[in-house]
């Protein structure tokens, strides 16, 4: 079946700038989450829903970053007023329950 | 939090070699994930491994949780098996991942 799915691939923007990133998870899949990953390290958990609630936010670095997951399927990572240091690989992932956890290709952002 | 440690940081082989990557976690853990990461930054599932042993192919890994860590056996190496391998274990719903293993399979 068809996997994690995320758009853009790539994102290139200027500082200052407001993004939106999409993921669509695996369908049935309750559970979806929202990690970063910068050059050389692993990825950094950013927040967890499960269905439409956000059941833990407490990754997402300051008030700037936003997710919303509203029919309990796409999620849409958002991000006010974009600086350099946000220039990442957004990656997404779902699962039935919590574990484990399936990856999307990820959305490179790039703040100019 | 919980912390992991991957070793070695980095691995070159050549096509052919049979490798181990060990993964050392701070607290004990009720599950375990093992990824590759590919040139073009997929994060794939290759186990997750609570405890015991499983095998896939070449691949294959054994999780010991009362002693707090795992180790992933690749066999027969090749130049396709190049990338970044992680370990992730749970905190809560979150996984915690380490710094990852750099592999390099040259032929």
């Known amino acids: 079946g068809a996997g994690v799915s995320q758009t853009p691939s790539n994102k290139v923007t200027e500082k200052g700038k407001y993004v939106e990133l999409r993921c669509d998870p695996i369908?049935?899949?309750?559970?979806l989450y929202w990690y970063r990953q910068s050059l050389g390290q692993g990825p950094e958990f950013l927040i967890y829903f499960q269905g439409t609630g956000a059941a833990d936010d407490s990754g997402l670095p300051n008030d700037r970053f936003f997710a919303v997951r509203p029919e309990g399927s796409v999620s849409t990572l958002k991000i006010q007023r974009t600086e350099r240091g946000d220039s990442a690989v957004y990656l997404c992932a779902s699962s039935p329950t919590s574990f484990p956890q399936y990856f999307g290709p990820g959305t490179r952002l790039t703040v100019l | 939090g919980i912390q992991v440690e991957q070793s070695p940081p980095d691995l070159i082989l050549q096509e052919g070699a049979n490798s181990t990557l060990r993964c050392n976690f701070s607290?004990?853990?009720?599950?375990l994930q093992w990824f590759h990461q590919n040139p073009w930054g997929q994060l794939i599932n290759l186990f997750y491994i609570p405890s015991g042993t499983k095998q896939n192919g070449r691949l294959s890994a054994t999780t010991v949780a009362t002693e707090r860590y795992s180790l992933l056996y690749i066999s027969s190496s090749q130049t396709t098996d190049s990338g970044v391998y992680f370990c992730a274990v749970p905190r809560g719903s979150r996984l915690t991942f380490g710094e990852g293993t750099q592999l390099t399979v040259n032929p």
């Open positions: 607290d004990s853990v009720n599950n």
């Open positions: 369908s049935g899949h309750t559970a």
